[in-house]
Every structure is written in structure tokens, then in C-alpha cells.
């Protein structure tokens, strides 16, 4: 009677979690419902490939996702080679008990903890007043130059924001790359930085790969960081120079729910950029998983 | 080198030839590279903390500054009109700044206590249910579920916080202030979800298979086993999974700025509109003078910010170690 009772209580309780998971993949289907429903009618050719007009009011969103698209290369351009060859330190060079690795680590936890309007102070105070303003003085120039915001400054900020997510996926991958692979090359001869170029990393690419899918994903929806280190409202020219302000989807997203004059007009346009958005982070993380997914499998056929 | 009970013995290096000894120097040289890159986390650090506080340094320094902003001005209760009692107010752009940093913790502290009073039982419920009772297919669909709700950006959440959260709140406790602190928490606890359940999750599965062997062989149904024997082990880490969302949740900006009304008001209604620390400089960045009082007082939060979140990120990371010492300690 007692045992019963205890179990049925159990069971209660068990599903009880089960709930709670269930209402995660539930709040997921609502949001992705809500977005798909108010945004699918509004998202054609047009859309994606005409300038905002009317006030923002009308039009499409190509300069957004231009801006976008140079800010999220210029970001992985900058990061990747820093955060791979931190990682390949950590993993590959680092003795076993090194303090430097230790203290590499704790700033990378660290780092990834930092909240993203700090990263976006930091860009202001450092990229555009310090480092901007410094090369304007040198060169000379009377008004400011390379002392604003602008796409570079705003593209290294974010470089900065997803080093953590870059080293931490690229020690993964290293990790994944068998031992064997490397005694192998040694034995044969090869010095550690012929082992670490030609076994090491191309075993790692895959991995390596999924971490700058997993970076661009995440640079490109912050907003916090860009609102004041190169982001802008409405801009008549594409971004042409490593200066320029440039718009941004997720900054255009914050602009159309906050600040429109007329909220039932923008709400189509709205809905619609958010889908752009939301598609193209969910392709870029099915993209990872995908890759993921296959080096995972080729790893286990090989063994 | 010391070597005991040999006479001393001297290294000698190897006569290398001259293409080897090249090789050598190219080795000692890419080997110092990589590694003066590793610095570059470190340095990046070091340089946030360095350029947020010489900015916010100008309020202790510049005379203007601090005869606007003093520690007593942010802090302790001003007089704003003679004859009226003394009150916290927020309002740095009036023709005599108001700058008490109160309304604005109260604000952060409203919105993270709403979004952690519903993420944490539900990311770790979820934790619990995905690491003890969930069948390996159902487990399989969880996962990546979690890892696409982290994935949607904030400014999205915030989007749906505004649009479709607080029409429904307001529709359904009709509401004075339609953006509050509950629409803005809530939000917040969309993103604080993922971290809360990944953290926990880890934590759970890092528990070895032996501890539930055992508490099922003595009799202890399932759920029993689960809370009495799993969770316990693993609570340094389901502690840390919570002092992360927690850090998370005072940080985060953009649900914050767009969903929480933005006013600055001390009040314990949680249904009252809101400002949080990081909305502040989101919003009021954009206008400000450079060098200005209110400019080095925006950094000032930020780096209050930082420190917070510097902190609560320490705590975790020990949190989360000690549960692994402690599990593999015992002999897993």
C-alpha cells in the first residue's frame, strides 16, 4: 500500500519534469509559429532585395542584410585565426601543468560571461576613442576619420564577443583528432609545426568549421555591442569603406518595434525581418549541427 | 639540473647541421607565436576592464564630474525640489542631473528575480527530466530544441516580448503599464532557459551510473533516486547552472531595453515599468556627450556590470569543478 503509494506520488512528480520540458519545446513552437505567421506573407524578392522606403514604412531590407553579411565577414575574418591558434596552444603546444594555459582558460570563461553592451562600451572606449582616434591623430587628419563609429570597429568588437565560442569549439575539434595521427607524423619525421599543418588541422577542419558557423550565428544577432560602434538607422549608401556606418538586420528589427511613428504600418515589415532573421540563424546553426553530425559519424567509422 | 650522487654532468648540445639547426629556430619561432597569441584572450580581458574604467574614471577625477555625480549623489537619497523629502531619482539629462544608481538596481534586480524565479525550476526540471527520465529518442529531440532556442538572438526574444507577451499579460490582467518588469523577466527567462537547462543537464549526466545502480538496488523508486541521490551530487554544479543565468540575466540588454517600459521608478510593483542598468546605457549611449558627466557615468554601470558578472562567473566556475572533483574523486 505504502510502496504503491510512493510510486504513484513518483510518477506525479517525474512528469512533473516532463512538463517543464515539454513547455521549452513548446514556447519555441510559439515563437517560431508567431514569426512564420506574421512574417511569411510579406517575404518575397522584393522584400529582400529593395531598400526600406516611406519612412521605413515600406520597402525591403537589402542594405540590412548587406550590412549584415560585411559585418559578419570582417568579424570571422578577425577571429578565426586568433581564436584557432589560441586553441592550438591550449591543446597542442601548452605543457600539461602550464599556468599561462590555466589563466588562457579562466579569461576564456570569463570573456564569454561578460555581458555584450559591456563588449559594446568597450568598443567605444577602446576601438573608436583609443585606438581610432590615435591613428586619426597620426595621420593627421583634422576631423574625425577613423575616431567614429563604423563597420570596423564594430566588426572587431564582435570579433572580440565570440572569441570564446571560436577557441572553445576549434580545443573540441582538436581534441577529436587521434593521437595516433600525430605520433605517426613525428615518427616519420615531420617537425610539430609540419605535424600541426598538414595532420593536425586538416583533421580538425570540420570541427574548426562548425565553430566559425557557431560564431557567425552569434555575431550576427547581437545588437547590444553595434548600437553605438557603427550600427545606423537609415542609410542612403551601401557600407563601401572600413568607416562606414552600415545597417544591421537585428538593429533594424530593435528600430521598427521601438521608434515607428506608426505601428500598425510597420508591423508586416517587422514580422518580416525577424523571419530573415531567425531564418538565417537557424540555417546557420543547421549548417554546425549538419557538420557536426557527419565528422561524428566518420569518426566512429574509422575506429 | 641537479643530479644527485653523479658528478656533474654536462648537457651537450648536439652538433646539428646548419639546415637542422634553421629547422630548430623555425620550430622555437612559430611555437612563440602561437603562444603570444594565447595572450590575446587574457589581453582582451584585461583591456574591456582597462578602457570601461578610464572612461568612468573621469567621475572621481574631472572636478565638474564629481561635483555632478558624487558617490552620494548616485547612492544615497537627494533632495530634488525644496521642501519635498529626499528620493532616488534617475534623470542624468535634466537641467539639474539626477543620477541615483538606485532606481536602476532596483530595475536589473526586478526583471532578473522574475526571470529566475521561472527559468531556474524549469531549466532544471527540464534538466532532471532530460538526464534521468527521458526515453533516449525523446532526449534527442530536447537537446537540439535547447540549442535552438539559445540560438535565437536576443533582439528577437525582445521582439517577441513586446509584440506578442505583453499584449497577451495586458489582455489578460489588464495591466496599467503595458511594458513591466513581468513582460521584461519573462523575456529574459526565454534566454536564460538554454543556459540554466545546459549547465544543469552536465552536471546531472556527469553523476556515474553506479550511484543510481545503487539507490535503485536498495528499493528507492526512480524519482526517489533522482532527488535524493542524483540532484545531491550534483548540486555544486545545478548551483553553478543558476549563479550563470543569474549573471546572464543582469547583463542582458536587448530584451531588457525593449520590453521593460524604460522608466526609471522605485517601486516593489512588479507590474510597474521598469529600467534595468544595461537598458540605461543601451539607450541613453547614443545621445550622450563625449567626456560629459553622464557619459563617465554611463560607463560607470558598465563597469559595475562587468564586475558583477565577472564575479558570479568565478563563482560558477568553481561550482562547476568541484562538482567534477567531487564525482570523479568518488571513484566513478
Known amino acids: 500500500m505504502k510502496h504503491t503509494m510512493r510510486r504513484a506520488v513518483g510518477g506525479a512528480l517525474t512528469s512533473l519534469t516532463g512538463f517543464a520540458a515539454l513547455l521549452i519545446v513548446a514556447i519555441l513552437a510559439i515563437i517560431l509559429f508567431d514569426v512564420a505567421r506574421g512574417g511569411l506573407g510579406h517575404v518575397n524578392w522584393r522584400f529582400l532585395s529593395e531598400p526600406p522606403s516611406d519612412g521605413m514604412m515600406g520597402g525591403g531590407i537589402f542594405p540590412a542584410l548587406y550590412g549584415t553579411a560585411a559585418l559578419t565577414l570582417l568579424m570571422t575574418l578577425a577571429v578565426m585565426p586568433v581564436g584557432v591558434l589560441t586553441a592550438v596552444y591550449l591543446h597542442e603546444y601548452a605543457p600539461p601543468s602550464s599556468l599561462l594555459a590555466r589563466a588562457v582558460r579562466l579569461a576564456v570563461v570569463n570573456l564569454a560571461g561578460v555581458p555584450s553592451i559591456v563588449f559594446g562600451l568597450f568598443g567605444l572606449g577602446f576601438f573608436i576613442h583609443f585606438v581610432g582616434g590615435s591613428m586619426d591623430r597620426l595621420l593627421g587628419y583634422q576631423e574625425l576619420h577613423w575616431g567614429q563609429p563604423g563597420i570596423l570597429w564594430a566588426s572587431l568588437t564582435l570579433a572580440v564577443l565570440t572569441l570564446p565560442v571560436v577557441i572553445v569549439s576549434t580545443e573540441e575539434a582538436l581534441r577529436a583528432v587521434p593521437m595516433d595521427h600525430r605520433t605517426a607524423s613525428l615518427a616519420l619525421g615531420a617537425t610539430r609545426s609540419q605535424t600541426l599543418a598538414r595532420v593536425v588541422l586538416p583533421g580538425a577542419l570540420p570541427g574548426i568549421l562548425t565553430g566559425a558557423v557557431l560564431a557567425v550565428s552569434r555575431g550576427a544577432g547581437e545588437v547590444a555591442p553595434i548600437l553605438f560602434t557603427g550600427a545606423a538607422y537609415f542609410l542612403p549608401d551601401l557600407p563601401n569603406k572600413f568607416n562606414s556606418q552600415f545597417m544591421h538586420l537585428g538593429y533594424h528589427t530593435y528600430v521598427l518595434a521601438t521608434q515607428s511613428p506608426d505601428v500598425e504600418a510597420t508591423q508586416p515589415l517587422l514580422y518580416a525581418t525577424v523571419l530573415v532573421l531567425l531564418a538565417l540563424t537557424f540555417a546557420l546553426n543547421l549548417v554546425a549541427v549538419l557538420i557536426r553530425a557527419r565528422t561524428r559519424r566518420r569518426a566512429s567509422a574509422s575506429h | ?332
Open chain 2, 1 to 332: 639540473m641537479q643530479s644527485e650522487g653523479l658528478v656533474e654532468t654536462v648537457p651537450v648540445a648536439p652538433r646539428l647541421s646548419s639546415v637542422a639547426r634553421r629547422r630548430q629556430i623555425r620550430e622555437k619561432v612559430i611555437a612563440g607565436f602561437i603562444t603570444a597569441m594565447a595572450f590575446t584572450g587574457i589581453a582582451a580581458l584585461v583591456l574591456i576592464l582597462v578602457f570601461i574604467a578610464k572612461e568612468a574614471l573621469a567621475i572621481f577625477l574631472d572636478a565638474h564630474a564629481r561635483e555632478e555625480a558624487s558617490l552620494g549623489k548616485m547612492f544615497l537619497p537627494q533632495v530634488v525640489r525644496a521642501g519635498k523629502p529626499a528620493t532616488f531619482v534617475w534623470q542624468p539629462v535634466s537641467s539639474v542631473p539626477k543620477v541615483s544608481m538606485i532606481p536602476l538596481f532596483i530595475g536589473t534586480l526586478k526583471t532578473t528575480l522574475v526571470s529566475m524565479v521561472v527559468a531556474v525550476p524549469v531549466g532544471v526540471a527540464g534538466a532532471l527530466f532530460a538526464a534521468e527520465f527521458a526515453p533516449r529518442r525523446l532526449r534527442e529531440i530536447l537537446k537540439p530544441t535547447i540549442e535552438l532556442l539559445a540560438g535565437i538572438p536576443s533582439v528577437v526574444l525582445g521582439f517577441f516580448a513586446l509584440m506578442v507577451l505583453a499584449t497577451f499579460l495586458q489582455d489578460t490582467f489588464g495591466l496599467t503599464s503595458r511594458l513591466n518588469a513581468v513582460v521584461a523577466g519573462l523575456g529574459l527567462s526565454l534566454a536564460i532557459v538554454p543556459v540554466v537547462f545546459t549547465v544543469a543537464e552536465d552536471a546531472l549526466t556527469a553523476v556515474p551510473r553506479s550511484y543510481r545502480e545503487a539507490s535503485l538496488a536498495l528499493g528507492a523508486t526512480p524519482w526517489e533516486t533522482a532527488w535524493k541521490v542524483v540532484l545531491p551530487a550534483a548540486a555544486p554544479g545545478i548551483l553553478a547552472a543558476c549563479v550563470l543565468g543569474f549573471g546572464r540575466a543582469i547583463g542582458e540588454t536587448m530584451i531588457v531595453l525593449m520590453a521593460s517600459g524604460n522608466a526609471a521608478i522605485v517601486s516593489w510593483n512588479f507590474a510597474d515599468s521598469v529600467r534595468s542598468m544595461s537598458a540605461t546605457i543601451a539607450a541613453e549611449m547614443g545621445e550622450v556627450v563625449v567626456g560629459s558627466p553622464h557619459y563617465s557615468l554611463l560607463f560607470f554601470i558598465g563597469v559595475e556590470l562587468f564586475i558583477f558578472t565577472f564575479v558570479l562567473n568565478m563563482l560558477a566556475n568553481v561550482w562547476t569543478r568541484r562538482v567534477l572533483k567531487r564525482l570523479s574523486g568518488a571513484g566513478a
